[in-house]
């Protein structure tokens, strides 16, 4: 089998590097052929795939975060390849959800992206990217467009987002938002989250019937998004009781629109800035095979 790594360096807090080697030959030792490109900064992942020969690899390995996933994902319409995550980003959401090793030594996490169960997962389309995880509108779109103003200026890791999130609530006033699901009747909402992913954040649960393999989004509307609100929705999507909040409603469908009823509002998608509302999301089900550690019997 050749399989071909895309790493991102900055990832993990640069820990990819001194990792990668030996990850290299724990992957030869197991018969593996392996390359390995390194990327050089946002976008390369991204070109660099898209650029890729479908007959020249088996299996493409994303060893980085949620943001190097996000750009592999958007590179072509359809990936000819079955995709393995070596996951050393921050959230790392889609790690968590597939039960990939977010930590453990190189022969586990080698096995991992050898293992022969690949599993059908959904991708959200929308009229700028796809995305594998989440795309937010508001607060959290805030957020991320602030770290990425200070992106390479901190260590990484959860620790470069405290400033910026300070910053963003002190001064954040929500937006108003109409989101419609399916086409039915619109919402009215101060931020809208929609998620593919069971995890947000990695640390949060906003709804417990997220899948990333049932056809479906779930689109949680948190109905004022003041900062109050959102903090409130926070601690409890910790505990993983949102459902008991009055001022979040969560709608599932296939398609979703979220438009603003006056400014236009900064959207995110895995964790990138994409530009602002209106936003146009819908469900791409099956649209990529996702390597996942084979089911122990």
Request: glycine fraction near 10%.
């Amino acid at each position: 089998m050749h399989v071909h790594l895309v790493a991102n360096p900055a990832a993990g807090r640069a820990r990819v590097p001194a990792f990668l080697e030996r990850l290299e030959s724990a992957l030869a030792r197991k018969g593996a052929r392996v390359t390995v490109h390194t990327t050089r900064g946002p976008g390369d992942a991204r070109a660099h795939v898209a650029a890729l020969d479908a007959a020249s690899i088996d299996r493409l390995v994303v060893v980085g975060g949620d943001g190097t996933l996000h750009e592999v994902v958007a590179s072509r319409d359809v990936l000819p390849w079955p995709v393995a995550l070596v996951p050393f980003g921050t959230a790392n959401l889609v790690g968590r959800d597939c039960g990939v090793p977010l930590r453990g030594d190189v022969e586990l996490r080698a096995d991992a992206v050898l293992s022969a169960h690949e599993r059908r997962v959904d991708l959200l389309e929308t009229d700028r990217s796809r995305a594998l995880a989440v795309v937010g509108v508001g607060l959290d779109a805030e957020v991320v467009e602030a770290v990425a103003r200070v992106r390479g200026l901190s260590s990484g890791g959860y620790a470069r987002w405290v400033m910026p999130l300070a910053r963003t609530l002190s001064a954040y006033e929500p937006p108003r938002l109409l989101v419609s699901v399916d086409g039915g009747d619109e919402v009215e909402a101060g931020a809208v989250i929609l998620q593919n992913t069971l995890c947000y954040g990695g640390l949060f649960t906003l709804s417990p019937d997220a899948s990333m393999d049932d056809g479906m989004m779930d689109v949680v509307a948190i109905r004022r998004g003041r900062r109050r609100d959102y903090l409130r929705t926070l601690l409890r999507a910790y505990s993983g009781n949102v459902k008991s909040d009055r001022g979040v409603r969560i709608l599932r469908g296939r398609e979703a629109t979220v438009r603003s009823a006056a400014a236009e509002a900064l959207v995110q998608v895995d964790g990138d800035p994409a530009g602002t509302t209106p936003l146009h999301v819908r469900v791409l089900p099956g649209a990529l095979r996702l390597v996942t550690p084979t089911p122990r019997t």
